[in-house]
T-cell receptor, first 112, second 112 residues
């Protein structure tokens, strides 16, 4: 069975500082990995994905994520956080069979 | 605007009512999904359709009944719901199963 773990329910950072939101996964076969963001009372928005190729993936709003096969991780990063980045972030994994599993989400709060 | 539209945005229904949630996607995608998002279980996949055929049913109670009349529309028919069914119901679509999903804004359902 595949699974996704987001070990931190909450991440707090100061505006301008770098941020990291952690994600680890467990899956048979090659994973497709995704990050989504959810603002209050809205649906999820796709941020970025890793399918194959370069381990460092760049996405929307200045976010990037690094795929680490040996550590089975796909942490979301941003060099300089903005207050407007405050939201709920979900990591997801999909296999080539098409089954998607989402993590429980991490609430990011960026303080001015 | 993601190209996935859900109606209504808010719904309050009694336990004996019958109602339907509607989802429409204008992206030409082949896969559509229903998710339930609640405080206790952040994101649960309920149903998956690919090319109008249901491909996954994650042990969802029969009081939830999906319908996919064509590749652009997805319905979730509700009857004799319980208060614990109160949640945000999200529809999503993707080009193919397993690819990045585009979500609607959700229907906030309250069962009284």
């Amino acid at each position: 069975a595949q699974s996704v773990a987001q070990p931190e329910d909450q991440v707090n950072v100061a505006e301008g500082n770098p941020l990291t939101v952690k994600c680890t996964y467990s899956v048979s076969g090659n994973p497709y990995l995704f990050w989504y963001v959810q603002y209050p009372n809205r649906g999820l928005q796709f941020l970025l994905k890793y399918i194959t190729g370069d381990n460092l993936v760049k996405g929307s709003y200045g976010f990037e994520a690094e795929f680490n096969k040996s550590q089975t991780s796909f942490h979301l990063k941003k060099p300089s956080a903005l207050v407007s980045d405050s939201a709920l972030y979900f990591c997801a994994v999909t296999t080539n069979a098409g089954k998607s599993t989402f993590g429980d989400g991490t609430t990011l709060t960026v303080k001015p | 605007e993601t190209g996935v539209t859900q109606t209504p945005r808010h719904l309050v229904m009694g336990m004996t009512n019958k109602k339907s949630l509607k989802c429409e996607q204008h992206l030409g995608h082949n896969a559509m999904y229903w998710y339930k998002q609640s405080a206790k279980k952040p994101l649960e996949l309920m149903f998956v359709y690919s090319l109008e055929e249901r491909v996954e049913n994650n042990s969802v109670p029969s009081r939830f009944s999906p319908e996919c009349p064509n590749s652009s529309h997805l319905f979730l028919h509700l009857h004799t719901l319980q208060p614990e069914d109160s949640a945000l119901y999200l529809c999503a679509s993707s080009q193919m199963i397993g690819q990045e999903a585009f979500f609607g804004q959700g229907t906030r359902l309250t069962v009284v």
